[in-house]
């Protein structure tokens, strides 16, 4: 592990090896503060006693950037020190229980990190996880260290009659004595003990929408959703997600709300998504804030998993935490899992469920599998960080999810072929378990394993473990035999793992392949295994242990084509050398409507490679086959297809998933190469887009529900599809018809998909609509940050893109220290856009590098981000390589660098 350094001295490797329980526990924490925005007081009152299981040794606290006024220990004066960067305390009882009491002030108003108490909008809002509480307070900033919180906050009741913290409040109002006449107070009591991760406090002008609950079992329950005044009517979808999390829950795994309140609180300063404090989340505003006229259907979606997400944390996450932050995934991962799940079960019809989980495997395989095969590679369980907000990652996420669904595949049986209700079991085995406690990602494992005995995880535990520790997403090579004078059909597989930072060498996954076989007529196969008595079915469960296996089915009366991963059983790579006519077979037929996207996705990647590899010029050129297009107008004709779905078989392959197929990428050609595919499909479609438009267009009253959305999302592509034939064919009709639909749209969906057709096909109406939008929408903070995100990610043609963005930076609508602004251009372009980001003048790679030192001076966690937009920089082909390298150098070679971007910048380097 590389060792950095900043301007504070050398920076610590953390090592999962060395953890060790701390040598204190803390029993009841009295937190009061005196809220004032330039000098907040924090009185905290802590009861403490040694940990008999470690030796004695002297009480080091967490702390930063915090003014120290007293320490006292059992109300008397006692000596302490600090010893790297540490509050330490020698002289403290050997037995017994004792109080510490510690007085700090902080500076809200100067907190630009957004990682701790900070000031958003005149309000004030404190974000704990990782390791935020030590801005507040000198404490064990750990999460396994698990207390009791009363909490006081006192404020000026004008400028803030919201008063807000984690738990019940027990009293409240006006303070008494001289100078306090404009002051009240609240205190609040959290009847669950927490990590001071979960602390939370909310105080300023806000209004409420409320809605009173009774759960099955007769409990009532208050639920709240607080927001600043003006935006109470883009709350409904939000307090709707939140009870249909608390009905799911209690329905699916028995899990039931344990608050007498939750509360939900929106701000637009957040660095991250959302946060599961105990009972008072704080969101970023854009998973909470939804209108028709503001929000469009992805929004609506997010805004329902992540309510959910949120949520389901208050059982797996609070209730059961991490031991330590290399356990992040035991919360995350499963939690993920647990949104997905709840997502897909709100939906009403089982294709609606298939396009959930094409839309997850789609982030996983576009964000996930780059990072496994990066320099910021790292297991679902880390080993070792040096900045722990840098491995909240999309590998803990998403990949630990897929680890969680394996797991329920694999505690599948005959009577419950899916696994949810043993999966259901390991999870409350889990809860008896550990309820309150901070445990590891081996103890959910092992519960769920427990609970189902028979199944093939229980058996194969150890090994499945793996996933857990090895980095890097495992290459499963199949290759089919078929035997006509046999009738059977063998299927041989190889897996292997390439190395990765620090794990050169890689044992055997446990793979759950889902797979069927499917006729040349499209019809599904009975299958019957070699040697195996079971009653045949037209699926079957492989699961894959050894580097080398084969299975064989028998009574094979054709020559099959195989369809392999089903569902996306498992987290990895495919190979299988389809023929192009297999494939068209697969994506015509195939049953599992993962496997017939993917097969459409295989066959256009296929000719992007092809075309990438050519030296023919693209100016008019067709990359894409007769039997690819007429299978694409199929699927737009099929008459029993939901709309979703085709939008996305039609949806080709971003330029960063081709990318990632290619050993040495030259991201302009990977941008013409798709923009050539595009306009074929534009303009040998035309018809049939424009069947497709005329079709779907129609919806009647505005729902978010996933049938219309679908119907919606297809429209939007066909119109810019007809928009992208208009500029080709030089005929004005559809981009009129687009400025007309954006005028006259009464959702934001269809508004916004008009407004995208223009910008994206390069129309001169563009340039009046996207005026039009913003005068229309310049007081809605959100609405901006999509019409910045447009511009800055649109499609780049002579090199436009860049100085528009720079020019984006200089309106008065942006603001570089709010995080959604800063993530709407500077993200959309950077990570978002590589056909205008990659520029053979480097220019782009320089703004990179400006961006991310003038965001490390405000907010690192942000710029760390915002760095890992060139982590796949050794993989350029020239000049794009030696350029990028420099523009990482010149960001690591600043001496006054946080550890954030250090770490990134550093590993990048080491690639």
Known sequence: MLQLRDSNGPATVIRRADYSAPAFWIDSVHLSFDLDPAKTRVLNKMTLRRNPDVPVQPLRLDGETLNLARVLVNGQGTSFKFEGGKLVLENLPLEGAFELEIFTTCEPLKN?????????????????????????????????????????????????????????????????????ERRHFATWVDPHKKPCYLFALVAGQLVCREQRITSRAGKEHLLQVYVRPGDMDKTEHAMNSLMASVVWDEARFGLPLDLERFMIVATSDFNMGAMENKGLNVFNSKYVLASQATATDADFSNIESVVGHEYFHNWTGNRITCRDWFQL????????????????????????????????????????????????AHPVRPDSYIEINNFYTVTIYEKGAEVVRMMQTLVGSLNDPTGRAGFAKGVTLYFERHDGQAVTCDDFAQAIADANPDSALSKLLPQFKRWYSQAGTPRLQAKGNYDATA?????????????????????????????????????????????????????????????????????????????????????????????????????????????????GQRLALRSAVQAIASDFHLTGARPLNDQYVGAMRAVLRHPALDASFKELVLTLPSETYIAEQLDVVDPQRIHAVREAMRAQLASALAPDWQWAFETHANNGAYRPDAVSAGRRALTGLALTQLCLAARDSGDNLWPGKAYQRFKDA??????????????????????????????????????????????????????????????????????????????SVIFSYCSANPGAFHRLDAAGYAFWSERVLELDSINPQVAARLARALDRWSKLAEPYRSAARQAIERVADKLELSNDVREVVSRALAD
């Not at 750990?142 to 404020?155: F, G, H, I, K, N």
């Not at 400028?159 to 004595?177: D, F, M, R, T």
């Not at 890689?506 to 076989?517: H, R, T």
């Open 746 to 823: 009464d959702n934001m969906t269809d508004r916004f998909n008009a407004l995208n057709a223009l910008v994206n096909s390069g129309h001169e109406l563009a340039k009046p609509a996207l005026a039009q939008f913003h005068s229309l929408f310049k007081n809605e903070e959100l609405v901006l940050d999509k019409w910045f995100a447009l511009q800055a990610g649109s499609c780049d043609r002579g090199g436009q893109v860049l100085p528009a963005v720079r020019q984006l930076l200089r309106h008065p609508d942006f603001n570089l220290r709010n995080p959604n602004r800063a993530r």
């Open 112 to 180: 630009t990190s957004l990682s701790g108490l900070y000031v958003s909008n005149d309000s004030f809002f404190t974000q704990c996880e990782a390791e935020g509480f030590r801005r507040i307070t000198y404490f064990l900033d750990r999460p396994d260290v698990m207390a009791s919180y009363t909490v006081t906050l006192r404020a000026d009741k004008q400028k803030y009659p919201v008063l807000l913290s984690n738990g019940n409040l027990v009293a409240s109002g006006a303070l008494e004595g001289t100078g306090n």
């Open 487 to 599: 009738q059977t059909y063998t299927l041989n597989f190889n897996q292997s793992c390439p190395a990765t930072p620090g794990q050169d060498n890689k044992e055997p996954f446990v793979i759950p392949v889902s797979l069927g076989l499917v006729g040349a007529s499209g019809a599904s196969l009975t299958l019957q295994l070699q040697g195996d008595s079971t009653a045949a079915s037209s699926s079957h469960l492989l699961v894959l242990t050894q580097a080398q296996e084969s299975i064989t089915f028998v009574n094979v009366a054709e020559e099959p084509v195989p369809s392999i991963l089903r569902g996306f059983s498992a987290p990895v790579l495919l190979d299988f050398d389809y023929s192009d006519a297999e494939l068209l077979t697969l994506l015509a037929f195939d049953p599992d409507p993962f496997n017939r996207w993917e097969a």
């Open 329 to 376: 995934s035991l919360k995350e991962g499963l939690t993920v899992f647990r949104d997905q799940e709840f997502s897909m079960d709100l939906c009403a019809e089982p294709s609606a469920r298939a396009v959930k989980r094409i839309e997850d495997v789609r982030v996983l395989r576009t964000a996930q599998f780059p990072e496994d095969a990066g320099p910021m």
